[in-house]
């Protein structure tokens, strides 16, 4: 699986949008960019994926160039609840081996 | 449906004592792995298992073990603890299909060895 760069730290205002960057460009056609937050040191939390065309759910939308060799995650309107651990994870579609390989993330502070 | 869930949420073993970290889940998932995570750290993976039967080390497997007789459950034993196991372990579980589906979490184990 590909390797990611992610800034270690990031800070937003609550209620503004939150623009996490992600580097992945030794990524191959058939990876996938996946992103999942650790909140507290609780469990982490898929929160979305996609392969080339940008993608949006109910809580963020990613945003992938289209060299497809970096991505953004967007929080429309960050809260305080949003302040966590966010990680980029590259993987290869389809194998039978579906670990996910985390690297050290982003910690994402919202500001009151 | 509870997810997936780990028992206990925290312990405290002496070094050199055995233990088996509980993991379950109710969501009929195939594939299901551990992982741990130091202070300050990203997760790695222990071990992981594709279905019943079926299991494989990950990157940090030392001083860990074990299976999968049921698709409900994947327990993980240490065999005789080392401070260094001092961590805190992340059970997950997903859908093994060719597809991508999201990896669902429990809550860890917060271990600490003495």
């Known amino acids: 699986d590909a390797k990611t760069t992610q800034p270690p730290s990031m800070d937003c205002a609550e209620g503004r949008a939150a623009n996490l960057p992600c580097n992945h460009s030794?990524?191959?056609?058939?990876?996938?960019v996946y992103w999942y937050r650790q909140i507290h040191s609780q469990g982490p939390q898929y929160i979305i994926h996609g392969l080339k065309n940008n993608e949006t759910n109910e809580m963020a939308s990613l945003i992938i160039t289209e060299d497809r060799k970096s991505s953004t995650l967007i929080l429309p309107h960050a809260t305080l609840r949003d302040t966590a651990v966010y990680y980029c994870i590259v993987r290869v579609a389809g194998t039978g081996r579906r670990a996910l390989t985390f690297g050290s993330g982003t910690r994402l502070q919202v500001q009151p | 449906n509870a997810g997936v869930t780990q028992t206990p949420k925290f312990q405290v073993l002496k070094t050199g004592q055995s233990m088996t970290l509980q993991c379950a889940q109710d969501m009929n998932h195939e594939y299901m792995s551990w992982y741990r995570q130091d202070p300050g750290m990203g997760l790695r993976l222990i071990h992981y298992s594709v279905g019943a039967g079926i299991t494989d080390q990950g990157e940090v497997p030392n001083g860990y073990n074990v299976s999968r007789s049921t698709t409900e459950d994947f327990p993980l034993r240490l065999l005789s603890a080392a401070p260094s196991q001092t961590s805190v372990y992340f059970c997950?579980?997903?859908?093994?299909?060719?597809?991508?589906?999201?990896?669902?979490f429990g809550q860890g184990t917060r271990l600490t060895v003495v």
């Open positions: 997950a579980s997903s859908y093994r299909t060719e597809g991508n589906t999201e990896a669902f």
């Open positions: 030794t990524i191959s056609g058939n990876e996938y």
